[in-house]
């Protein structure tokens, strides 16, 4: 058995120990927010928080990712940047309300990948430049949203 | 599960008021013209749409839409429309998905312009019923009741009563055959950036695409078709370890040959990759290897379209004047000679589809489905087929797709997904790994073309001659032989709105084993790129600017669209700067334009070029002005947002979309292979929409074609190197 903190909520799973994150929270908690675009860890459709660090699921094991604190899609209403007190408006909820505002997603498989990475930036930075998103958000979008996500992620950067 | 809400009805008649608990629906079907033969014969060439909209007594006022959602919008688009005519704002509407029975397809661009006066007419038609069964209940004539924001107003009591007060009454009158319209002077909704009610579950995980089905007590699955195209499976291999089932794949009634397998399991803990594992266990003595392998090579089907140019049995598809006389008489003649590769569609949300069977196993007596498609209809027909089962005992619920571009328009996955329900006797999760969607995808399909001008000694275009070789897409779905040109081959190369009075555009067919399929617009991505390459050709040539070619060819023609089209160049251009600000130091500007669907796009791109060792390796796409002439733009922000997508679809595919063949195996198999343009390479994308008021026009794809020549006439500006051959960089590869 392999403990998951995924969305502040326990989960014990039965798989063997390298079984990739991402097939854990799609098959065997249900958890479909996060998608599969490739497998191999290079367009980051997969991205989740792990202790605070954006990482392709892909390319995590389960058991690797075991005790640490998982955020995914499903949770990032509740997340928060450490200076936003509770009470306040977490930058998850305000990365969701610049993503509407902007109206960027198009098809939207490759959003929740988009918006754990953009959390994940603003970890590292709370007001990142055109060159941090530039190097930041590296997921890749068939559509071509990528124009309205630099523009949700600056609104975000901005809002209260 | 994005359950449809309405049942099941086959009993959708023509202008007839359903009722349902406490509101009325309304359903009305108008003839609308199609775009374009589908291969599916299911849809008849007259085929109907029908708009339904339903008032509930809770005041909720839904619109059900069919097709398919993968990013274009149509959950907006048809809705505003009844929004508009009932008087209610856009916020007040809901949009849930109409079961299959009632669905449509999802292709051809053609999902609001050919059913928006049908949803208007619904609108209007309830608006007027709300009217009149108020007037009724007041004893007042109609015209002292006016619809206002979901209600109804006594202009002489100022009484109100609500649409979901009204509905009951409503519903009992006759639907009037022709409900006064609003002028589009007075539109309210229609022509503004309306929000998507989609995406709210496209930000918080809850929006569920195909992959996101779960059924209690479903196995999953994942399908292996024969490594080498055209293989075959010679033996069903033993249940490997940590599976539960093999089942054979692919034979149908006609060829009783499999060639695929899906492997399968119910046990604890099973996942996707785990399967994918165990997959790695079955020997690939398991296939049979075409004989024809070593021919299935890229190479070879390049060496067999280069002398298909010169010989063969071309169909005409376009003639006008005499282009053996223009010829005979030029001063000079150009002939240039372009070629694209097979490109594949590359979704992000790989095929899949899930099944349950009720009951588990034969005889069975109802099937339902969750699948990203672009077709519901169509599936419904697929299902009935492999089944046996009435449509009506079979429910194909409504999920997002994770992209479509054309792919999810086919029927291979949905078959096969139902073959594995019925043999395991349990719902199924049937997925492609991403190695499968790449290498048994029904591709763009490759393409050459040679386009040979005269000029007259001034300079002047005398004669165009357009030769295009390339698998035909109808042609491989269909057991005759073809007898005339295939328009999807040589649309965008036909009907050139310049003025070219002498041109012959031919087609020779290129019977090829590879599957070919529709990829986003399909003929005019390959035909724009040849074409206005071309035009830009004849401008170096003989020392004009570009973009006064294109004026002076437009401006001197006679063809309907030559007007719109030089508006919308001069929209590219004015928006680019072309003739107002200097091109910074090196960069280049190069334009084209195109009109699909009905929809005419011209594209400026700004472009600077990275060299290694002298040699250009990459080029940066700056800006892009993109003008774009749908004639009424319903929804504004769902335009710039196609136009946006086509551009960098077409734009990742001109510098890197390629897949070659090799003893009939793709070099392409995952996305490390199949570079796609970055954010941090995405150009800034300005658009511009020319309201010209012609009759609307689709706009999921007309903005890919432009993208590739304007990049391509940039480049051949500030390098002096003219590529004819897609893409740019072959070889690219993608890393994390």
């Known amino acids: 058995m392999i403990s998951l903190n995924v969305n502040g909520q326990s989960y014990q799973v039965d798989v063997p120990s390298d079984t990739p994150l991402l097939w854990v929270l799609r098959d065997i908690l249900h958890l479909t927010g996060t998608k599969y675009g490739c497998g191999i860890a290079v367009c980051w459709a997969c991205t989740v928080l792990i202790n605070g660090q954006a990482d392709k699921s892909c390319d995590v094991t389960v058991g690797s990712a075991a005790g640490k604190t998982i955020i995914t899609v499903e949770g990032l209403a509740d997340f928060r940047l450490p200076s936003e007190p509770i009470g306040t408006k977490g930058m998850g909820q305000k990365l969701q309300e610049a993503w509407i505002a902007e109206q960027a997603p198009q098809c939207g498989y490759c959003q929740s990948g988009m918006l754990m990475q953009a959390a994940g930036l603003f970890l590292e930075q709370r007001h990142p430049s055109g060159g941090d998103i530039n190097g930041a958000m590296k997921n890749v979008c068939v559509c071509g949203t990528y124009q309205r996500v630099k523009a949700a992620i600056n609104r975000a950067s901005t809002a209260v | ?736």
């Open chain 2, 1 to 736: 599960m994005n359950k449809p809400t309405i049942s099941q009805a086959t009993a959708v008649d023509r202008r007839k008021f359903l009722k349902v608990t406490g509101g009325f629906l309304l359903a009305l079907t108008l003839p609308v013209a199609t775009n374009r033969a589908l291969a599916d014969t299911s849809i008849p060439a007259n085929a109907t749409g029908t708009a339904f909209i339903r008032i509930g007594a809770d005041e909720s006022i839904t619109v059900l839409v069919g097709g398919g959602e993968m990013g274009q919008g149509i959950y907006t688009g048809l809705a505003m429309g009844a929004a508009e005519e009932l008087m209610v704002t856009w916020e007040k509407v809901k949009v849930e998905p109409l079961p299959a029975i009632a669905s449509w397809l999802s292709a051809g661009s053609g999902g609001i312009r050919s059913r928006l006066p049908t949803f208007l007419k619904a609108g209007a038609a309830a608006r007027e019923m709300l009217v009149s069964a108020a007037a009724q209940t007041w004893g007042v004539p109609v015209a002292s009741c006016q619809a206002v924001n979901g209600t109804v107003k006594n202009l002489v009591t100022n009484e109100v009563l609500t649409y979901g007060q009204l509905a009951p009454l409503a519903a009992t009158l006759p639907v009037p055959a022709a409900p006064v319209l609003t002028p589009a002077a007075n539109y309210r909704i229609i022509g503004t950036p309306a929000a998507r009610p989609d995406l709210v579950g496209k930000v918080n995980g809850s929006a569920k695409y195909g992959l996101d089905a779960v059924v209690p007590g479903m196995a999953l699955g994942i399908v292996k078709h024969a490594p080498v195209m055209g293989g075959t499976l010679k033996t069903t291999p033993s249940v490997p370890s940590g599976a539960s089932a093999v089942v054979p794949l692919g034979a149908t009634a006609t060829n009783p040959v499999n060639n695929a397998i899906a492997l399968v399991s119910w046990l604890p803990g099973a996942n996707t990759w785990g399967l994918m594992e165990t997959m790695k266990s079955i020997s690939s003595n398991i296939w049979n290897t075409p004989a024809n392998a070593a021919l299935l090579d890229s190479n070879v089907f390049k060496s067999q379209a280069m002398s298909l140019l010169g010989r063969g049995a071309p169909f005409i598809a376009e003639q006008k004047g005499n282009v053996d006389t223009a010829f005979a008489s030029a001063a000079r003649v150009l002939e240039m000679t372009y070629t694209l590769p097979y490109l594949p569609h590359a979704c992000m949300e790989v095929l899949n589809c899930t099944v349950r069977m009720t009951p588990a196993t034969a005889p069975f007596t109802a099937c339902e489905i969750w699948a990203p498609t672009q077709a519901p209809s169509s599936v419904l027909t697929t299902v009935s087929a492999v089944t046996g089962l009435p449509k009506t005992a079979i429910t194909v619920y409504p999920m997002f797709m994770g992209g479509g571009l054309g792919r999810k328009f086919e029927q291979d996955y949905i078959t096969q997904a139902i073959t594995t329900a019925m043999a395991v006797g349990r719902p199924v999760k049937l997925v492609w790994p991403r190695s499968e969607d790449m290498t048994r995808d029904q591709y763009r399909p490759m393409a050459v073309t040679r386009i040979r001008v005269a000029l007259d000694a001034a300079g002047n275009i005398t004669g165009w001659q357009n030769r295009h070789v390339s698998p035909s897409i109808s042609a491989q779905r269909r057991t005759t032989p073809l007898t005339a040109h295939d328009a999807n081959a040589t649309e965008g190369a036909t009907a050139l709105p310049y003025n070219l009075p002498n041109r012959l555009i031919d087609y020779v067919q290129h019977m090829s084993p590879i599957p070919v399929g529709y990829w986003r617009s399909v003929g005019y991505s390959i035909n724009c790129f040849a074409v206005e390459s071309a035009i830009d050709e004849v401008a170096l040539a003989t020392g004009a600017d570009p973009l006064t070619l294109r004026r002076q060819l437009l401006s001197t023609s006679t063809d309907p669209l030559a007007a719109r089209t030089l508006a919308v160049v001069n929209a590219a251009a004015a928006a680019a700067g072309w003739e107002t600000t200097a091109v910074p130091a090196g960069r280049a500007r190069g334009i084209a334009v195109g009109q699909a669907f009905g929809t005419i796009v011209a594209e400026v791109a700004e472009i600077g070029v990275t060299y290694t060792g002298g040699v250009p390796t990459n080029f940066t796409v700056y800006k892009v002005a993109c003008a774009v002439d749908c004639g009424t733009a319903v929804n504004p922000n769902s335009v710039e947002a196609q136009m946006q997508g086509g551009i960098f679809h077409g734009l990742s595919a001109a510098k890197w979309g390629e897949l070659k063949w090799t003893a009939g195996k793709s070099s392409v198999t995952n996305f490390n292979k199949y570079r796609m343009t970055r954010l941090s390479e995405a150009p800034v994308i300005t658009t511009t929409i020319v309201n010209s008021g012609a009759a609307m026009s689709g706009c999921g794809e007309p903005g890919v074609p432009p993208i590739a020549p304007a990049v391509a006439n940039a480049y051949a500006k500030l390098t002096g190197v003219r590529v004819r051959d897609l893409p740019f960089f072959p070889g690219a590869t993608m890393g994390g």
